[in-house]
């Protein structure tokens, strides 16, 4: 079974010899998404799940700068205009990811920061080249994932380095990245695509159903994560509603330092 595909503009999406590939196409946007990219990613997701002829997914971004920059901050302006709790259906598309039967990889080119950054937290494996850059920006931002972008990370790297990555908002080097469990291997730039084209074949001759229980059994240890994250948007809307988190997008559209002080309360 196949859906229907739409008119694709903010991602692009092709399938061949056993392998979905998602490309978010906004590479002068550093592939920051937009609800419209969630929703695109979403259908694909369902998609490649639903395809019996597909055994792997692969996110990616467009060109080699960027993976994923997260929400694009340039448009938010107090919201970001599409459905969902804070107008942005990202957690559909974190339940995509980790409801498809399929493994998916995050094919790593460039910056993977903020919700970038959970994207390959949340993927089943992550292969990046030696000049991507991983990281957290939400609280500089002010922003953050209440949900699969704390907790789940938290059971990936560590918890002492998981907080570390959210309270200071360093990047790491793609061998940083390695070192922590963050991702599973890391190439030069040229040898990305066969690598990730590597792993997939090997995925895709292994039992489909053996692979889908595994999945299943892997995100049972997490799923309470998933109701954490639901319950937790609802305050995070009410955060994105104060002087606080608004001064974080202000600065960032106008190039300035953020002065959070003057707002918290």
């Given at each position: 079974m196949e859906l229907a595909q739409p008119v694709y503009t903010d991602i692009l999406y092709t399938k061949a010899d056993g392998i979905a590939t998602i490309t978010i196409n906004r590479p002068k946007q550093f592939n920051a998404f937009t609800a419209n990219?969630?929703?695109?990613?979403?259908?694909?997701?369902?998609?490649?799940?639903y395809d019996?002829?597909?055994?792997?997914?692969?996110?990616?971004?467009?060109?080699?700068?960027?993976?994923?920059?997260?929400?694009?901050?340039?448009?938010?302006?107090?919201?970001?205009?599409?459905?969902?709790v804070i107008g942005?259906?990202?957690e559909e598309v974190?339940?995509?990811?980790?409801?498809?039967?399929?493994?998916?990889?995050?094919?790593?080119?460039?910056?993977?920061?903020?919700?970038?950054?959970?994207?390959?937290?949340?993927c089943d494996l992550a292969i990046a080249s030696d000049n991507a850059q991983l990281g957290q920006a939400g609280p500089r931002v002010g922003s953050v994932d209440p949900g699969f972008g704390t907790?789940?990370?938290?059971?990936?790297?560590?918890?002492?380095?998981?907080?570390?990555?959210?309270?200071?908002c360093r990047r790491y080097t793609a061998q940083q990245a390695l070192d922590m469990g963050l991702v599973n291997a890391v190439v030069p730039q040229a040898e990305l695509d066969a690598e990730?084209?590597?792993?997939?074949?090997?995925?895709?001759?292994?039992?489909?159903?053996?692979?889908?229980?595994?999945?299943?059994?892997f995100n049972v240890d997490t799923e309470m994560i998933r109701g954490m994250g639901g319950l937790a948007m609802?305050?995070?809307?009410?955060?994105?509603e104060t002087p606080e988190s608004a001064e974080?997008?202000?600065?960032?559209?106008?190039?300035?330092?953020?002065d959070f002080r003057k707002h918290a309360k």
């Open positions: 990219t969630c929703e695109e990613m979403i259908h694909a997701f369902k998609d490649a799940d019996k002829s597909i055994g792997v997914v692969v996110l990616t971004g467009a060109g080699e700068k960027a993976f994923c920059t997260g929400g694009d901050q340039g448009t938010q302006d107090g919201g970001y205009g599409g459905r969902g942005l259906p990202i974190q339940s995509a990811i980790r409801d498809c039967n399929k493994p998916v990889i995050a094919r790593v080119n460039g910056y993977a920061i903020g919700g970038g950054n959970v994207l390959v937290t949340i907790a789940l990370l938290a059971r990936v790297v560590g918890e002492k380095k998981a907080r570390e990555i959210w309270y200071l990730v084209r590597k792993w997939c074949d090997e995925i895709v001759e292994k039992s489909p159903t053996a692979i889908a229980l595994a999945k299943k059994s609802h305050a995070l809307k009410l955060y994105y974080g997008g202000n600065a960032f559209r106008e190039k300035r330092k953020p």
